[in-house]
């Protein structure tokens, strides 16, 4: 390991610079063309979900066209025209009008005619109106008798000198358009069967009309015909218009419509089009059908509101032959009393010629759906155009979204609903709960809830040495994570140092067992730079730091440390990981470096002060034991000879006997005697000084001797590893008893001497035994040994559940803080979860199996298996009747619970993530399932309802979850940093009365924040303590402490809640919050 770093440092230094900024802006290139092709990915997956949207609302729309007309059925399924190929393509809807006017419609002159018939009214156009031009027919044929009037422009003279006008929406089809200028057309009207009620008297009081349509996007309305049931629902239930057109207005699709917001109705228009033939009516008809035209159809204006009418009119000239010649669209037009003021100011009612009786029937045809003042609409015009620009940009950003904008500082777009946050550029839309009003003015604050760290679970043990001892006041101290323990193992209390920033690694006790010296490692932060490690001293009796030495001196980490002996500890050595693994001597009162020396590249296991001589120094590890001088500010090193004895591989421990000899442990389970001796001359030549050789050789363990302890009596106890066992020795180095620790915690790291001949002894499992040769050894503190991911707390108990990579899955005591039991599973536990009558858990695996166990006897009551790869979360339903199982095959497993929780039956699979499950909740009706996905996805399942996806997302935005541990969320905006890259959460709990959430992440913090925290950037309370990425959280049943989990450095951490109140009904309110029943809404 250590050659390959030389090699790879000796690369590294004959490197070029022009090659390192090279390589640099190769891997700048990489990583941008990674994030595009990430955006790309994430605009296809949205195209081809938006286009599967649509095709799903096609069978809707025609079943509510043939419900409301149902001649129409012919119409949609005649095939419309081939190009030139031999499957047929059906006419959409919006193609409709279009589709008239192609050379490659049927060419039999009644089928023609048939089928415009059936497509006119289809689109909502009225019978009875024909639109004719000189490139033929393109409204209805006339009816009359029955029979189909076969007009042409041979036969019929066209009506001239008028002027019609045509509204065009921002998105009407452009053929039609097109078709409309380059044509000259005239209106023909019809004359009714004998049985209708509408009858007009003569040609000369017929009055042309047409229909048309305003449209800002393909909605449902617009292919249903005018009146139609449907269409009157959505235009009572939304008051919302369409926007007026831009220059380049953004693309909006029916998918979009769909998912984002709800349907929008737009409007059929029917304009009068010739104004002088309304002057011609008698003034008590002419009264009525202009007061009712101008009552009925304007919008109902609620007090306080303003109309949103946004319709742009396109006018054009009928009767001109040159094609496209078009008038500004810059007003709308008139309403009837408009135009009659405007022909007399100064008369209330104007002068209009008589003309023969026009029926309160005849009346209907006349009427606009749409009209306001000028002013009015003017108003609205200049508003939904800055409404409609921001969509705009916000469309544009969201396609030209790049790693630049990875650090933006707007996390969250500015619009209340739907709400965007993004991730690595993905955009993820969430949607405001009703009960929050005023979204832009919420603001969060901290949650007067802190955590106090009360308990640690575990002990460095597996890669640590010298890390236990006893102190005066009955406190064991010792290490896990970046947490110093003081553990009293009679009152069974714990206390905590808790200044480190990063994984403890070595620790070492003054000779007054008073003051603590303890060494970190390297971290980095959360922007990837390196910390520099650094060595605390600090009082064991008040927690607080003396000094701090060695901060930029150190390299990687410091690998061991010791006070001396002779001076009162006056001075300190240590020896960092760098590769010449750097010794120095430290004045750690003053802060200042003595001397430093370059040890070994080879690893260093130990090293400790002469007790009798401060100026000697002695340090072992990896083929040496180096006997130091210190004299005149400089170090010289003497390497230990081994002459005649085997050399070993590891020199791993040593202590100082009462005469000064010192005794190491090897690798090869020997303890040697070193002695000093008088140089050799006639080997080293004259001048040679007295060296340390071997004087004794005893054969002490089979394997490994890890550790020796020196009693106050002067006998000498050794830890083997290979054969875990425990050796007494007396002074002459005589076996006097020894001692077997039970493999299930391994083999013996550290021996601390209690009293009595009551000993502590650290194990290579994370464990630390206390007892007696007489009476055996029984834990006192355990942990896992392997990389911890599964954690689940029980519903009415303090206990919780661990499980980790080392296969153990472990019921822990939260009030006595012990080990209830532990099991050996076949494979690795990553997920767990309670069932709520608290009597068995569910564990989920890392092949695709996963296991229920009775918790009272712990034996396997099912075992299921969903798939080969790995399970990432399971989750029992609050009414204990369903089980979700999450897969990284990107599925949700649903089994339906019975007989107390011990028999299951698969009732169905949530299919629709296009990745792997992260994280589930139900919600309190234990009806629906909230999923978070690898790839930042949120999505909503119907499970009573067949496990169905709820494709609309707005239906969800006001439930009520039963838990809330999905890392996205509206709920949880706030919990996210700026620049996050969508893994630097790994999990959240909200607690049970659902005042604070807390949050794990990826820089071994542990997060408070208010619950709530819709907003970005929300303050929270930070807490230190891991020393590896935090992999989970869990609030207990009773929210009075929370449980953190380390993944690499194996700790366990139990955290009280104090400050604010545990009572739910007792929760603030933020003053733009509705209710202060906020936790419910996804």
Known sequence: MDGLANSLDDVSAGSSPEF?????????????????????????????????????????????????????????????????????????????????????????????????ERMWTLCGYPPGVLLRGGGGYVGVPVEQDGFIERNSLSNKKEKSDQIYRLDVGTQTDESLVDYLQHSTFSFHPATENDDMDLKCRTSSTKISFLHTRAVQSLSLEDALIPESPLLKENVKNINCLPEPALENPPMTSWANMVEEQPVRPTYVSGLLHDQQQLDLLPKQDRDAAIQEYDESHLPPVEEGKETNHKQLTLKVNLEDDIPGKVKEPNQFPPSPSQLRKNQNPTSKSGHMSPVSTVTENEKKPLIRRNSSSDKLVKENLDKNKQKLAKKTVSSINLLTRSSSLENRKDLVSSSNIPIKMFIRGRPITMYCPSNIQNYENLRVEQPTEKLDLEWAYGYRGRDCRSNLYLLPSGEVVYFIACVVVLYHIDDQTQRHYLKHTDCVRCLAVHPDKVRVATGQTAGVDKDGKPLQPFVHIWSSSTLLTLQQIGLGCFERGVGSISFSNADFGSLLCVVDDSNEHMLSVWDWNKGIKLTEIKSTNEAVFAVEFNPTDSNNIISCGKSHVYFWTWNAGTLTKKQGIFGKYKKPKFIQCFVFNKNGDVLTGDSEGNILTWGKTAADTKTLGKGAKETYQIVRQTKAHEGSIFTLCLLKSGALLSGGGKDRKIMWWSKDLTLDREDEIPEQFGAVRTIAEVKEEELLIGTTKNAILRGKFSDGFSPIVQGHTGELWGLATHPFKNMFLSCAHDKQVCLWNGLDHSLEWSSTLEETGLCADFHPNGNVVAVGLNTGRWVVLDIETREVVSDFTNGNEQLSVVRYSPDGVYLAVGSHDNFIYIYTVTEAGRRYTRFGKCTGHSSFITHLDWSKDSKFIMSNSGDYEILYWDVAGGCKLIRNRFESKDREWASYTCVLGFHVIGVWLEGSDGTDINALCRSHNERVVAVADDFCKVHLFQYPCPVPKAPSHRYDGHGSHVTNVRFTYSDSHLISMGGKDMSILQWRLVGGSLDRSSSVSCTSIGSSETGGCG
């Open 20 to 116: 390192l900024d090279r390589l640099s802006v190769m891997e700048v290139r990489l990583q941008t063309q990674e994030e595009e092709i990430t955006l790309l990915k994430s605009a296809l997956t949205d195209t081809l979900r938006r286009i599967r949207i649509y095709d799903e609302q096609i069978p809707l729309i025609k079943q509510h066209i043939i419900a409301v007309n149902p001649a129409a059925a012919a119409v949609l399924n005649h095939p419309c025209f081939t190009d030139g190929n031999t499957c047929l393509r059906k006419l959409p809807i919006s193609c409709g009008l279009d589709c008239l006017h192609r050379s490659s419609c049927p060419r039999s002159n009644k089928s023609v005619l048939r089928w415009r």
